[in-house]
């Protein structure tokens, strides 16, 4: 009797990990977009918050965090060729804080997890390229009309501590996969799972690790 090796018949999968005041996160999501909509049909993908500061490591925008913060936009900018509203550089109540902004987006899915990427992305657009303050429950209001979704039973899940807890596992469940960096793609073919992508990556080149991949397997 011969032993053959299968591989399940189960959709491939990525992981994205990404954070939603992370600048190179909002420099990658239009590129993102078009992978998830070139690849549906052969790639399962799911969001995982990332958690760039959080706890003992959220700042405030003082002046050092800011003139550090607009070194690094001004490359986002110039590479990714997304705006930048700097003015909100000079907000000094600004909190840089990972965990309101990623409890809105867990929030948003649990509510309709077909929403989960479409509430992040406007969430990095409304801090990076509107203004907004990213740690304001008011932002995330406007971003949940937006999106039609009921801000009385948005409100009340924001605030429940099993979304804090939640939020908290996303990022624990990041260093677990290995994640240093983001945005992060972990990819899976069913079997095995591994960092596809760490940090900002072109479309093309997204693309071409996929495809070759699939051509590999037959399957593309």
Known sequence: MSLEFKRPDTKHSILYVADPICAWCYGFSPIFEKIREKYSDK?????????LKYGPEVETFSE??????KYLWKEV???SK??????????????????????????AQRINPSLSFAFLDK????????????????????????????LDEFKELYNR????????????????????????LVFSD??????????YSTFEEVDALLGDYFRSIGSF
């Open 43 to 51: 790639i399962e993908f799911t969001l995982v918050l990332g958690g």
């Open 64 to 69: 050092d965090v800011t003139e550090k913060l």
């Open 77 to 79: 900018e110039r590479i």
């Open 82 to 107: 997304r705006s930048f509203h700097y003015d909100i550089l000079q907000n000094r109540n600004i909190k840089y804080d990972s965990e309101p902004g990623s409890r809105a987006v867990i929030t």
């Open 123 to 150: 969430l990095l657009e409304s801090f990076h390229s509107k203004g907004k303050d990213p740690s304001s429950f008011e932002t995330y209001a406007e971003i949940a009309s937006e999106l039609s979704i009921p």
């Open 161 to 184: 501590e099993e979304t804090l807890l939640e939020t908290r596992n996303d990022f624990n469940y990041g260093y677990i996969l290995g994640v240093t960096g983001f945005p992060c």
């Open 190 to 199: 069913g079997l095995d799972r591994g960092i596809l992508t760490k940090g």
